[in-house]
């Protein structure tokens, strides 16, 4: 027996419409999706490397994570 995921079908399923409106046809799916970029670039995320936080200070002996 196979585990459903309601969310998952829902997900699936509007994928499929979105592609079927392009004949499942990469480039054009491609083009209307950088076209949606252009029409609303407050939509993107920011993928700008965030600046390194300073240490904590340890409040125990040093685990391995302590190393990392």
Do not use: C
Not at 20 to 43: C, G, M, S
Not at 47 to 59: T, Y
């Amino acid at each position: 027996m196979k585990w459903k995921d309601e969310i998952v079908e829902e997900v699936r399923a509007a994928r499929d419409t979105y592609a079927a409106q392009f004949d499942y046809d990469l480039a054009r799916i491609f083009e209307d999706l950088k076209k949606k970029e252009q029409q609303h670039p407050e939509r993107l995320a920011n993928l700008r490397p965030l600046k390194p936080r300073a240490p904590r200070a340890s409040s125990g002996p040093a685990t391995d994570r302590d190393a990392a």
